[in-house]
């Protein structure tokens, strides 16, 4: 398991539901970085964590969105009572620190209806 | 808002013609440069970076890019594709000091036609 790994890779929701999406590091890979891609646009930066902190929320679009993240592990970004224009695939990317190269996960396709 | 501007959306050759896609930044302070690509069905994948030094980097596959600070330009090239490159390419922007947050560019899908 070396890569940046993400669950699910596909979710597909209604409109006005709660959805959860996980990302799993690099083993010792102290950053962490969320990053929305719409169809036919570039990545867009969401949240970053150094540790369990995230000093950088600029990216997140509303207060729907929110994420966490457990020590130097596993992350979770929440989107609540999800709107259509939510829908995009989601990356999660992490580095050995911050301002070092980052690894990309295959991402999740999320589909709301 | 400091941006990324790839300035072709599609690119379209035939195989063993040359490459140059363009990419240029708003930022004037120190930047850290990278070019990723997506190739069909997979996930985004380091191509070559740009940290400090020659400002001609060379990357795997045969692509190199250029920074040139004046222009705010950092080109991707690669002298003679292959329809394996076949693929989406992103420029990003790493902002000195800013946590390591990468800015990207639209992307600019390049097919090769065998």
């Known amino acids: 398991g070396a890569g940046v790994s993400q669950s699910p890779s596909n979710k597909v929701t209604e409109k006005g539901k709660d959805v959860e999406l996980r990302c799993d590091p690099i083993?010792?890979?102290?950053?962490l970085y969320w990053y929305r891609q719409r169809l036919g646009q570039g990545l867009e930066f969401l949240i970053y964590f150094q540790g369990n902190s995230a000093p950088d929320k600029s990216g997140l679009p509303s207060d729907r969105f929110s994420a966490e993240r457990t020590g130097e592990s596993v992350s979770t970004l929440t989107i609540q009572r999800t709107q259509q224009e939510d829908s995009a695939v989601y990356l999660c990317a992490s580095s050995l620190a911050a301002s070092n190269e980052q690894f990309f996960g295959p991402g999740t396709r999320l589909t709301v209806l | 808002a400091q941006s990324v501007s790839q300035h072709n959306h599609h690119v379209i050759l035939s195989e063993a013609a040359s490459l140059e896609l363009g990419c240029n930044y708003s930022?004037?302070?120190?930047?850290?440069l990278f070019w990723y690509v997506q190739y069909p069905g997979q996930h985004l994948q380091l191509l070559l970076k740009y940290f400090s030094g020659d400002p001609l980097v060379k990357g795997i596959k045969g692509f190199e890019a250029e920074f040139i600070k004046s222009k705010f330009s950092f080109n991707l090239r690669k002298p003679s594709v292959q329809w394996s490159d076949t693929a989406e390419y992103f420029c990003a922007v790493m902002m000195y000091n800013q946590g390591g947050k990468l800015i990207f560019g639209q992307g600019t899908e390049l097919s090769v036609k065998p």
């Open positions: 930022y004037g302070g120190t930047v850290n």
């Open positions: 083993s010792g890979h102290t950053a």
